[in-house]
């Protein structure tokens, strides 16, 4: 029977900074969204962009009780602004990835019992294990990320099983070190959760499953066989595949939701709860990717993503088990000196105006006129390397650029380094490709003129910048018609298509082929002196 039209379906993200939603309607109509900034609207956390960086520099770690009590005050913010639970159907989300979360013993009782007339966070603050958890940004892991190539066989083999290498923020590795470090409260932990299914067990009322998708990032799962590997868990923790409970399908069906939020806020005691999984993999659903495209997602970490049919995972960038179509793969490449760095850069050379940093590169020709430059304010990701580099047009190292150099070599090497990497993974542009960008920065055409550019491809932008949330109201939609055999693609046809935002300037290939090539040598001698 179809579901009257006033039904709707939320999709939620729990992301760095900030916990967003947005509801759709059953013709996918965008009809409500809203979001609590973390660091603003709830001060008493003392977070800078959502996190705690720790004195060492390399450990990073958010309260998990900031993220509840933001999820209790986003649901105050909906009912202020009148928007109907009664006719939610269905909801899902979205977390930042990697991010992982302690249950004290007992909890999963304290979960079972909430009483509707409490906020969640009062309900849950003697719930957790490990107060602080460990999130992406964190880099304290290399001990337990050489032990675990060493336990597995190398950093290839580690890959072919788990999609990746292993790396520091990869959720297993910080299971380790908090198992290592924190052993009283590793014991007194009942189970774990990644920020995803922890966001999940809290609309559920109990513990929810990990999905396939976000569960790749851990350097736990066989991505093939799509269940916990042996040889990792037990190169990571005891105990711990009875902590971490069964993976499951992304598009699986979790329950009703508590009755919890039918009792405060008027949710339909039938209100499907369907599995929560990473913020990639949600964009990845909100950008309603296809096989060809490459996604660019410009956010607190910026990220490239595709969608892959047979993985042969490398050394280099992730891939992870598709969130919309269990027989396919996304490839990820995350850089974590993205919009953070943006701002910093905005912040010296443009006043603190988006206007005068677009000016900036207006302002300058494509190409730079030779100088390039690196960005890297904290330990980057990919590659593995920190600091400030800036060369001019004969590879020499020079200590300044004027602000409106600087301003396109930020731009400009930031999406250099897409290129390489998506190259280095097997991406190959062709006639008919489309970049599709997202996240905050992809609201700005200056930017996106960069981005085309430099990848030489016409990039689409949809309506919505954060495209997290939206791509899980979707995957709340097609979760209650997965096994009935419907796809995802069927089940959102509808949505608004990626609209063209800008092509590639004339000239473009030639003056970037070349940067291209000088960046890769550049970067490798950078990275050769980093190991000296
Ligand atoms: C992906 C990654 C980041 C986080 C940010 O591997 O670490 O993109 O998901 O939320």
């Given at each position: 029977?179809?579901?009257?039209?006033?039904?709707?379906?939320?999709?939620?993200?729990?992301?760095?900074?900030?916990?967003?939603?947005?509801?759709?309607?059953?013709?996918?109509?965008?009809?409500?969204?809203?979001?609590?900034?973390?660091?603003?609207?709830?001060?008493?956390?003392?977070?800078?962009?959502?996190?705690?960086?720790?004195?060492?520099?390399?450990?990073?770690?958010?309260?998990?009780?900031?993220?509840?009590?933001?999820?209790?005050?986003?649901?105050?913010?909906?009912?202020?602004?009148?928007?109907?639970?009664?006719?939610?159907?269905?909801?899902?989300?979205?977390?930042?990835?990697?991010?992982?979360?302690?249950?004290?013993?007992?909890?999963?009782?304290?979960?079972?019992?909430?009483?509707?007339?409490?906020?969640?966070?009062?309900?849950?603050?003697?719930?957790?294990?490990?107060?602080?958890?460990?999130?992406?940004?964190?880099?304290?892991?290399?001990?337990?990320?050489?032990?675990?190539?060493?336990?597995?066989?190398?950093?290839?083999?580690?890959?072919?099983?788990?999609?990746?290498?292993?790396?520091?923020?990869?959720?297993?590795?910080?299971?380790?070190?908090?198992?290592?470090?924190?052993?009283?409260?590793?014991?007194?932990?009942?189970?774990?959760?990644?920020?995803?299914?922890?966001?999940?067990?809290?609309?559920?009322?109990?513990?929810?499953?990990?999905?396939?998708?976000?569960?790749?990032?851990?350097?736990?799962?066989?991505?093939?066989?799509?269940?916990?590997s042996p040889t990792c868990l037990q190169a990571t923790a005891p105990g711990l595949e009875d902590k971490l409970g069964a993976p499951v399908p992304s598009t699986a069906v979790l329950g009703d939701v508590s009755s919890y939020f039918v009792k405060r806020f008027g949710f339909p005691k039938d209100c499907k709860v369907v599995t929560f999984t990473g913020d990639n993999p949600g964009s990845l659903a909100g950008m309603r990717l296809q096989e060809g495209d490459v996604a660019v997602s410009l956010g607190t970490s910026d990220t490239v993503f595709m969608w892959i049919k047979e993985p042969k995972p490398t050394v280099e960038g992730h891939v992870f088990c598709n969130p919309v179509d269990s027989q396919a793969y996304m490839a990820l490449i995350c850089f974590k000196n993205g919009s953070l760095t943006r701002e910093r850069i905005r912040n010296s050379c443009a006043g603190g105006s988006w206007d005068v940093f677009s000016e900036g590169l207006r302002g300058t020709c494509m190409g730079n006129q030779g100088n390039i430059g690196m960005y890297f304010d904290t330990m980057e990701i990919t590659p593995p390397a920190v600091g400030i580099y800036k060369f001019n047009k004969d590879d020499q190292r020079v200590s300044d650029f004027t602000?409106?150099?600087?301003?396109?070599?930020?731009?400009?090497?930031?999406f250099l380094a897409k290129r390489l990497y998506a190259e280095k993974l097997g991406y190959?542009?062709?006639?008919?490709?489309?970049?599709?960008?997202?996240?905050?920065?992809?609201?700005?055409?200056?930017?996106?003129?960069?981005?085309?550019?430099?990848?030489?491809?016409?990039?689409?932008?949809?309506?919505?910048?954060?495209?997290?949330?939206?791509?899980?109201?979707?995957?709340?939609?097609?979760?209650?018609?997965?096994?009935?055999?419907?796809t995802f693609q069927e089940a959102v046809r509808n949505a608004p298509k990626p609209q063209l935002a800008v092509s590639p300037t004339p000239g473009a290939l030639k003056v970037y082929e070349e940067q291209l090539r000088r960046y890769r040598q550049l970067e490798e001698i950078i990275l050769r002196d980093t190991k000296q």
């Open positions: 029977m179809a579901a009257p039209m006033n039904s709707c379906y939320l999709g939620f993200d729990f992301s760095t900074q900030q916990l967003k939603v947005v509801a759709i309607q059953e013709n996918l109509d965008l009809i409500h969204q809203n979001n609590v900034q973390f660091d603003s609207e709830l001060p008493e956390f003392r977070t800078q962009g959502g996190v705690h960086v720790h004195p060492d520099g390399l450990a990073v770690t958010s309260p998990v009780l900031m993220w509840v009590k933001a999820l209790d005050l986003l649901l105050e913010k909906m009912k202020v602004a009148g928007f109907d639970f009664s006719s939610v159907k269905a909801l899902s989300g979205s977390g930042q990835q990697h991010g992982s979360v302690y249950w004290r013993r007992g909890a999963r009782q304290a979960l079972r019992n909430l009483h509707p007339d409490k906020p969640l966070h009062e309900l849950l603050q003697d719930q957790f294990a490990v107060e602080s958890s460990p999130v992406w940004m964190d880099s304290s892991t290399s001990d337990q990320c050489s032990n675990l190539e060493k336990c597995v066989g190398g950093a290839q083999a580690v890959a072919d099983i788990t999609g990746s290498r292993a790396y520091e923020r990869f959720s297993g590795n910080q299971i380790a070190k908090i198992h290592q470090l924190n052993s009283d409260a590793y014991s007194d932990t009942e189970r774990i959760s990644l920020v995803s299914s922890f966001a999940a067990s809290l609309f559920l009322g109990d513990y929810a499953a990990v999905d396939y998708s976000d569960g790749s990032g851990m350097n736990l799962m066989d991505i093939f066989l799509k269940r916990w602000e409106q150099e600087e301003i396109r070599a930020l731009v400009e090497g930031q190959k542009i062709m006639p008919g490709t489309r970049v599709l960008a997202t996240g905050g920065a992809s609201s700005n055409m200056d930017i996106l003129q960069v981005l085309s550019d430099v990848f030489n491809a016409p990039v689409y932008t949809i309506d919505l910048a954060n495209s997290a949330c939206l791509g899980c109201a979707y995957r709340a939609l097609h979760g209650l018609v997965a096994e009935g055999g419907l």
